[in-house]
């Protein structure tokens, strides 16, 4: 389907080059934007990441004296962008990058999945280890409800969250 300068490709036609890039992304890019909604209007933050094994999910530290932390509690719903690293290319909206929509969860200290993600999340990011133990700091669920998915030029893909699990099994 074409619309505009770009063709579109449907999930279900994701190329397996297309389908490395985008496991290749979640699994080594380590910072995302996070979009928030404070005062009805948009905010987006930096913040660190860990993906859920099978995709499912992707999991935030954040302190709660952060704005981006009282926006997700004020409304659960959020963006997550990941995208590939500038190298200098001549076109670099040809960067593949991956937006998700979802809804935050926080997550008590001690429920189940608790300590599977703190370990995760100390693995990924060792410094982060201290910051558990401060009490602002906490760890958020974000539960994919769709996604967007650009693997560069005239290559974009509609993602529902089956489909991104179906990825992290390859």
Not at 52 to 76: C, E, G, I, P, W
Not at 105 to 121: C, H, L, S
Not at 146 to 167: D, H, I, M, Y
Request: charged content about 20%.
């Amino acid at each position: 389907m074409a619309c505009g300068w770009i063709t579109l490709q449907w999930a279900d036609k994701m190329d397996v080059q297309s389908e490395k890039l985008l496991v290749h992304i979640i699994t080594s890019v380590r910072i995302a934007a996070l979009g928030t909604i404070r005062d009805e209007a948009p905010r987006v933050s930096m913040v660190t990441f860990v993906p859920a094994q099978d995709f499912s999910a992707f999991y935030v530290h954040v302190s709660r004296l952060a704005q981006h932390t009282v926006d997700m509690q004020k409304n659960k719903l959020v963006g997550l962008l990941i995208a590939e690293a500038d190298d200098g290319r001549a076109d670099p909206q040809a960067l593949a990058r991956l937006s998700i929509r979802g809804s935050a969860e926080f997550m008590e200290n001690g429920e189940p999945g608790y300590a599977p993600v703190k370990a995760m999340y100390i693995e990924r990011f060792p410094a982060s280890e201290p910051l558990f133990q401060f009490t602002d700091f906490g760890l958020w669920r974000i539960k994919l409800k769709g996604a967007r998915f650009v693997a560069g030029f005239s290559k974009a893909f509609n993602l529902t969250p089956e489909t991104l699990q179906k990825a992290a099994q390859k």
